[in-house]
């Protein structure tokens, strides 16, 4: 019997094109409470008493800023921990299994779910979330709601960080190297980088960063780019790996395609390097998480690269394809499973899961590295007006977008992926097609009962 999976229960044909604009969008705004009622639904009844949260380190940002808003609205304090992106699910279950339990809540990637749920780490909330119409479960990005709230029929997370990759570009580089629009396929997008490489690699500019280090959160979302631009799926339509079709060998080899033409060294390029070299006007692409935009225009990040960048979808095999959003390193608001906070922490979640709240995340400064998880906050007019470029690339997780296997054993599965990858992209696999027959194999075993 193979495992249900949420994420691929629902399908729909992509709608936008690259010059949709987000203003032509039609879907209602279905705003959940605002974040100030919801305070003061239950502003001190919980004064005085802590709240221990754990989040991964790009998003320190956010978490300072909750913790003000929420103690601010409740009288509540907040004390936020933060581990590396690829630490979070065990630093969870550590906490949880040694008998510790130090945290009431956390945000980790929705792929973990499932192993965080079989072990008792995190608790299901479909209760909670049911009898809460002002959590608004539709205004979620239809996308992203199943794939980061579901484990089979439970409900265990509310979407906190939606985190779609898009397609960044220096448009100073572009126009020296006689580019005069950033590519629309995975070909062209190729070319652009060989050329950009050959002409200026003796001055320290390159035509991209490349995300290649072995971590499914890096290696992994450079793969998934390329699976949802080439039209394919992790799982088939009936929940069982796909991971050696044609469409996923044509990504890995459009991967390896640029591999040598990248930011040296590729496979030593995680999420610090990458955004450094952006930062400094050193790259002529990344493929990145579109709160890069935010940060881009943030002198105080660091950023040399104001009003010299502009963002695009992520390429697609043709031209004429519909764009796809890959839902590379989304997060998701979870309870503790051995927390003696649990009504607590429901109700942080609520107010952290609010439409009021994403919406001032999406453009607070400093920037907190959170992109649209709701319809409302995705529609949200001060993002509209101060970021559009990113508002409407965000409108690609819409309709289809590429989501990751979620349940038991789907963290191991994502691991044996990137493993793989980074084997074949260091010359240890003879073929795209012999790598991802072993993956299939091994995702085979541990994905289908």
């Known amino acids: 019997m193979t495992k249900k999976n949420h994420s691929q229960s629902r399908r729909h044909g992509v709608a936008l094109t690259a010059s949709t604009s987000i203003l032509a969008l039609t879907l209602a705004s279905c ?22 949260i754990l989040l991964n380190a790009s998003h320190e940002g956010a978490g300072d800023w909750l913790a003000e808003g929420f103690e601010e609205e409740t009288g509540v304090v907040v004390n936020v921990t933060t581990v590396p992106y690829d630490e979070i699910a065990s630093q969870l279950t550590l906490d949880q299994q040694s008998g510790a339990n130090v945290y009431d809540v956390s945000a980790p990637w929705y792929v973990s779910l499932g192993d965080l749920a079989a072990d008792n780490s995190i608790q299901p909330i479909t209760e909670f979330v049911e009898e809460s119409p002002d959590i608004d479960v539709d205004d979620f990005i239809p996308t992203i709601w199943e794939p980061y709230a579901y484990v089979e029929d439970e409900i265990y997370g509310l979407p906190f960080d939606g985190d779609i990759h ?92 640029i591999w040598d033409e990248a930011l040296p060294t590729p496979a030593e390029t995680d999420f610090g390097a990458g955004n450094s070299a952006w930062f400094a006007g050193n790259v002529a692409f990344i493929e990145n998480w579109t709160d890069l935009g935010v940060r881009s225009q943030d002198p105080d990040s660091g950023s040399e690269v104001i009003d010299e960048w502009g963002v695009t979808y992520l390429p697609r095999a043709d031209a004429e394809d519909d764009p796809r959003a890959s839902l590379v390193a989304g997060f998701s608001w979870v309870v503790a ?14 107010w952290a899961a609010s439409t009021e709240v994403n919406s001032e995340l999406l453009t607070a400064l400093p920037p907190t590295g959170i992109d649209p998880n709701r319809i409302s906050s995705l529609e949200d007019e001060t ?53 991802l027959d072993t993956v299939q194999s091994e995702w085979e075993r541990l994905l289908v009962d």
């Open 31 to 52: 705003a959940s409470a605002g974040a100030e009622a919801e305070g003061d639904a239950f502003a001190g009844e919980h004064e005085g008493q802590e709240l221990n």
């Open 166 to 257: 898009a397609l960044f570009y220096n448009t100073e580089i572009l126009e020296r190297n006689g580019f005069d629009a950033p590519p629309a396929t995975w070909d062209e997008y190729a070319e652009q980088v060989a050329t950009i490489t050959e002409n200026e690699s003796d001055d320290g500019v390159y035509g991209a960063a490349v995300f290649g280090e072995q971590s499914p959160l890096i290696l992994g979302a450079s793969f998934a780019n390329r699976l949802a631009g080439f039209g394919g799926e992790f799982l088939d339509e009936n929940g069982n790996p796909a991971i050696n079709s044609p469409e996923a060998v044509a990504s890995l080899e459009a991967l390896e395609d």
């Open 337 to 350: 499973g051995n927390t003696d906070n649990a009504d607590l922490a429901q109700q942080f979640i609520e």
């Open 383 to 435: 993002y509209g007006e101060e970021f559009p470029e990113l508002q409407e690339v965000n409108a690609s997780t819409l309709h289809g977008a590429l989501a990751w296997p979620t349940g038991q054993n789907a963290t191991e599965a994502a691991q044996v992926l990137t493993d793989e990858l980074a084997a074949h992209l260091s010359g240890q696999r003879s073929s795209a097609q012999e790598t």
